[in-house]
């Protein structure tokens, strides 16, 4: 989305080396998820035409768990691993499944904002028990490991 840090160099970089990813679209309530290629045809977002989502057929129920790492946006994030998005709850929602798994067998969750959005702690009214937590926060200055 517009004012959220550009993840092209990301995007690029799993293409060469030839690693499958999987973007979300919003379907409703909720997120639904589809491949990304270099060939996959882009298209405006039903939300507006700021986002640009992938058109590819969407992936079956349980996709996201067989992912080995999850990037997410966040508005900000806190190095406890607490990640504040949009308020829509989508990926609350999406990832709901996965924070349930053993943390051994899920895939990382990794948050992904600006240095001026990495905080070292939100105070506890900014975050709620349904809210999924991040294993590291990734900023232009690199990768920080989360203490939650």
């Known amino acids: 989305m517009p004012g959220e840090p550009d ?3 990301i995007i690029d970089a799993l293409h060469e080396a030839a690693i499958p990813i999987l973007v979300p679209r919003v379907h409703g309530p909720d997120l ?6 270099p060939t ?10 700021a986002i640009r989502e ?5 992936q079956p129920a349980g996709a996201l ?7 997410l946006p ?3 994030a806190d190095r406890r691993g607490h990640r504040l998005g949009q308020g829509g709850g989508y990926y609350d929602r999406a990832l709901a499944g996965i924070a349930r798994m053993p943390p051994a067998q899920r895939p990382r969750l990794i ?7 990495l905080m070292d702690s939100f105070p506890n009214d900014l975050h709620e028990p349904h809210d999924v937590m991040v294993d590291a926060v990734l900023t232009e200055s690199g990768l920080v490991i989360c203490q939650g």
């Open 65 to 71: 768990s067989q992912c080995s790492m999850i990037v």
């Open 32 to 37: 639904t998820w589809h491949e990304l290629t």
């Open 7 to 9: 993840t092209q160099a």
């Open 74 to 76: 966040a508005l900000a």
């Open 40 to 49: 996959t045809p882009i298209g405006n977002s039903s939300r507006g035409p």
């Open 54 to 58: 992938a058109m590819s057929p969407s």
């Open 111 to 117: 948050a992904v904002v600006f240095n001026a959005e």
